[in-house]
């Protein structure tokens, strides 16, 4: 080995020049071929392999044109799971693989029937057109009425219908997202990118400017770019807190339009996440007047439920 010690005039210790031992010793391995220095061949995700590329306003005609297509869905056939309640309550209470099928048409209207396994009878029906909502617990034949800009509201004891927390309206707005609105005065936008093991991302963030120094996060959008579609959105509070997390997962084409076949919806501030897996779509079907309407029995009993505060 090269004796790389050295003494400075006036000190009794020699030091020691350690990169200079290291680079000799990475030379020496280099010169002797040792096979030390490897070369492995990593498979690369397809999705990572077909990323395309898009200008912003590329992007922002894809979203447009999305929107502009589907006036109306429907799955005849669907699987969901729902688990309540805030992890830092200590305590979660999960319903798991409840089948039953979805109507919804823009603007704001959506009937979700969740039916028992193996009877195939509706164990609840949630209905929302604009603000107000309705859910029909068939077994205790009550109607619960309320609003879906409610905060949160006094069941009384009412363990049963965790339900509530499930708001119509989230699920329509993470099936069918709201647009931009880039028309809205004050509205910024940013892109920027990210990529994990299984694809990338064009990632846009909505922002609103308030017109001080800060500017006011209002959604992220994952767009894988293999696919060109919504991966992953986030919605935020007036105070920024994280409102609402939606995954898309499992596209696949309906009339021209790729429509995701899982959906996971998490909403920390309500306390409540939930699974949809879709078995198909129709797009766009002719959804007649009293489709958004519920047929209730006789003598059904009508609970207007007390609200505890503003949504956020």
Request: include cysteine; glycine fraction near 6%; proline fraction near 6%.
């Amino acid at each position: 080995m090269v004796d790389c010690t050295f003494t400075v005039p006036g000190e009794t210790h020699p030091k020691r020049r350690w990169p200079v031992v290291c680079l000799s010793i990475g030379l020496a391995l280099a010169v002797s071929g040792c096979g030390i220095k490897t070369e492995v061949k990593v498979p690369v995700a397809p999705k990572v392999a077909a990323a395309r590329t898009a200008t912003m306003q590329e992007m922002l005609a894809a979203l447009q044109a999305y929107d502009s297509r589907i006036a109306s869905l429907a799955s005849p056939s669907l699987k969901l799971s729902l688990t309540t309640g805030k992890a830092e309550s200590g305590k979660l209470t999960q319903y798991h693989n409840a089948g039953g099928y979805i109507l919804l048409r823009r603007p704001d209207s959506i009937l979700l029937n969740i039916l028992a396994p193996i009877a195939n009878t509706s164990i609840l029906t949630l209905l929302s057109v604009g603000d107000q909502f309705e859910v029909f617990s068939p077994r205790e034949n009550k109607v619960y009425v309320g609003r879906n800009s409610a905060r949160e509201f006094d069941l009384e004891g009412n363990t049963e219908m965790s339900a509530f927390s499930a708001r119509p309206i989230h699920i329509f707005e993470a099936i069918l997202p709201q647009s931009l609105g880039l028309d809205r005065p004050g509205i910024r936008l940013t892109r920027t990118e990210e990529q994990d093991a299984e694809a990338k991302y064009y990632v846009l963030t909505v922002l609103q400017d308030t017109g001080g120094l800060e500017l006011r996060s209002l959604r992220r959008l994952w767009i894988e770019r293999s696919q060109m579609v919504v991966a992953k959105e986030e919605t935020f509070s007036e105070t920024g807190q994280l409102a609402g997390v939606y995954r898309y997962s499992q596209f696949a084409p309906y009339s021209d339009v790729l429509l995701p076949g899982s959906i996971r919806i998490e909403r920390p501030l309500d306390g409540y996440s939930l699974d949809l897996q879709f078995r198909s779509w129709r797009v766009n079907p002719d959804l007649p007047e009293d489709a958004f309407a519920l047929k209730l029995p006789d003598k059904v009993e009508r609970i207007v439920l007390k609200e505890k505060g503003r949504s956020e």
